[in-house]
Each structure stands twice: as C-alpha cells, then as structure tokens.
C-alpha cells in the first residue's frame, strides 16, 4: 500500500511548513490567531508562483489546474494551487453561471457575497491573483460570516498588485504601489474586500446598501450541518440572486442539496458537479470515511 505523503511533510520539503501564508495548511497551524495577517508574499522564486501580469490576456476560459499552470507559465511542481483553490474556484462559478444567467453582462465591475469564510481570513493575500482572472474589473469581495474576529469587523483591504514572491530583485517589488491614490493611472481596477462578522441573514440589509451582489458563493459550506444556513438559504431564494456553494465530498453534496430543496421547493438550479479547481491535497483531518478535499463538489440555486 502506498502512503499519501502528508501536508507537513510536503510543505517541509519545499520549506514552506509554518512560514507566511503557508501556516494554516497543516494541523500544526489550527491555533493561529487572526490578528496575524499572513498576506505579505509567497515566501516562493518567481519561477513558482504568479506574482506579476500573464504574459497573455486569457483567450479561452481555463478548464482546470493544467490550463491554469500553462497560462502562468508554472512548473506542475509548483504548489501554489493549495492556495489558489479559493480564487480560481470565485473565477470558476463565474464561469459556469454566465454560460445560461444575465451575470455574463458584468463587464465593469463584480460584486460577490461570500459566506462563511475561515481559513481564507489567514490568507487574503491570493485573492489578487483575480486581477488576472478579471482583468479591468472592478471586484467587490464581501466576506460574511461568524469566523470573522469581531475586532476585523468592517475592516476593508484594498489589493491592486500581485502577491509578490520572495526575490528582492523581482519586477514584482517595483512596478506600482500596494495602494493607489485616487485619480492614479497605475491600475484600472482594484480588489476591495470587506469583512463582516455574523450570519449573511443577520447582516445583509446593512451590506447590500453598499454592494448589491451580482453572486453568492459559500464555500465548504456544510449546508446539511449547520441549521443556521436554513434562514441564509431562505433569504437567497427571496433575493433571487444566483448562488453556488461548495463542500468536502459528495456524499456532503448530496445532503446539501436535499436541505436546500426543502426550503426553496424547487430542484437545484446548477446541478451537483465536480470543481476542477478544487484544492489538490486530500483534507487530512476529516471525520469521514471519504475522500474530501477543499471546494470539492460545487451545486447552486
């Protein structure tokens, strides 16, 4: 029988174990407080990790991971898609709801609702890698849930160049400033995400009268495990706003989706299917007898 080879074991052989935004991929990170902020670089060279423009402007929608690689000239090696999971799978529902919704007329600027977040709190940082996904756009990153420390509540981050690798010499440290003053012609389009604590039923009148959202995404959310997403899943349906969630297995799916149909009455609108951007490193501390990774199975309503 061969052994998987652990995410300790991995990130040591690549000396990224416990350093920088890498800290919450392993058990050895679960207690890490959330006033570290883990968003300053890749603690990677250049040649692994996309810290400046494409080369090229996406001429086709990427259809998973090897597209992804290829487009940023990555080597296969390079583990940045453990981190990535979270923008590419944003890009993703994107991308599946503007084949058959009115979302694929956003052209100047995209507002997301997004439910739940935990980890990514600890790793804000690679959601710029969505000024490549969208580029020009002006993205709106609403982040809502319980997880967020009540300290960072209404705590906004601005992000309008690339998470930079760890070589000083890169043109990655030079080419423009973290934060552009405005009236700037450095960028046209930035990545603004706001924190709010609390459920998204308790908090949204107050969100939406800044950022009426064009999507909500709940990753890994658990729908089926916790009744508080029941009065969530009952705003949305009355909101009328596309949603997707994502979560662990299929089995998780499944159950989801049978909790979700009970409250809207009606089958999901995007049926349960595989996220080919999910997290490639199977979820180690799972208390089911099943394969589960990281934004796995993705379903909406």
Same mark, same amino acid.
């Given at each position: 029988?061969?052994?998987?080879?652990?995410?300790?074991?991995?990130?040591?052989?690549?000396?990224?174990?416990?350093?920088?935004?890498?800290?919450?991929?392993?058990?050895? +990170?679960?207690?890490?407080?959330?006033?570290?902020?883990?968003?300053?670089?890749?603690?990677?060279?250049?040649?692994?990790?996309?810290?400046?423009?494409?080369?090229?402007?996406?001429?086709?929608?990427?259809? /998973?991971?090897?597209?992804?690689?290829?487009?940023? %000239?990555?080597?296969?090696?390079?583990?940045?898609?453990?981190?990535?999971?979270?923008?590419?799978?944003?890009?993703?529902?994107?991308?599946?709801?503007?084949? %058959?919704?009115?979302?694929?007329?956003?052209?100047?600027?995209?507002?997301?609702?997004?439910?739940?977040?935990?980890?990514?709190?600890?790793?804000? +940082?690679?959601?710029?890698?969505?000024?490549?996904?969208?580029? $020009?756009?002006?993205?709106?990153?609403?982040?809502?849930?319980?997880?967020?420390?009540?300290?960072?509540?209404?705590?906004?981050?601005?992000?309008?160049?690339?998470?930079?690798?760890?070589?000083?010499?890169?043109?990655?440290?030079?080419?423009?400033?973290?934060?552009? *003053?405005?009236?700037?012609?450095?960028?046209? *389009?930035? &990545?603004?995400?706001?924190?709010?604590?609390?459920?998204? %039923?308790?908090?949204?009148?107050?969100?939406?009268?800044?950022?009426?959202?064009?999507?909500?995404? *709940?990753?890994?959310? +658990?729908? *089926?495990?916790?009744?508080?997403?029941?009065?969530?899943?009952?705003? &949305?349906? $009355?909101? +009328?706003?596309?949603?997707?969630?994502?979560?662990? /297995?299929?089995?998780?799916?499944?159950?989801?989706?049978?909790?979700?149909?009970?409250?809207?009455?009606?089958?999901?609108?995007?049926?349960?299917?595989?996220?080919?951007?999910?997290?490639?490193?199977?979820?180690?501390?799972?208390?089911?007898?099943?394969?589960?990774?990281?934004?796995?199975?993705?379903?909406?309503?």
């Amino acid at each position: 029988m061969v052994m998987q080879e652990s995410r300790c074991s991995m990130l040591s052989s690549k000396g990224l174990h416990q350093i920088g935004l890498w800290k919450p991929e392993c058990s050895c +990170g679960s207690s890490i407080p959330m006033d570290e902020l883990l968003y300053d670089d890749w603690t990677l060279p250049s040649s692994l990790c996309p810290c400046h423009e494409p080369r090229s402007q996406l001429s086709s929608c990427l259809s /998973c991971w090897d597209d992804y690689y290829q487009w940023r %000239h990555l080597p296969l090696h390079s583990p940045v898609a453990l981190l990535l999971h979270w923008p590419l799978t944003v890009y993703h529902c994107f991308q599946v709801l503007s084949a %058959h919704s009115s979302i694929s007329k956003v052209k100047a600027e995209l507002n997301i609702h997004y439910l739940g977040p935990e980890k990514e709190l600890l790793q804000l +940082g690679v959601f710029r890698e969505l000024l490549a996904l969208f580029p $020009g756009v002006q993205i709106y990153l609403n982040l809502v849930g319980p997880a967020v420390p009540q300290f960072r509540d209404g705590e906004t981050v601005s992000l309008c160049k690339y998470l930079p690798c760890a070589e000083e010499s890169c043109i990655c440290k030079s080419l423009y400033p973290d934060s552009v *003053a405005e009236g700037s012609n450095h960028r046209n *389009a930035t &990545i603004r995400i706001r924190l709010h604590k609390g459920f998204y %039923h308790d908090r949204y009148r107050t969100i939406i009268k800044d950022s009426y959202p064009h999507l909500i995404i *709940a990753p890994n959310a +658990g729908v *089926a495990a916790y009744s508080s997403w029941l009065p969530t899943v009952e705003l &949305i349906k $009355g909101m +009328g706003i596309p949603a997707i969630f994502t979560d662990f /297995c299929e089995e998780a799916a499944n159950l989801a989706a049978n909790c979700i149909s009970s409250v809207t009455g009606q089958p999901l609108r995007l049926p349960i299917q595989i996220n080919p951007f999910r997290q490639p490193m199977v979820v180690e501390d799972s208390v089911l007898y099943l394969p589960c990774y990281s934004n796995c199975f993705l379903f909406g309503m």
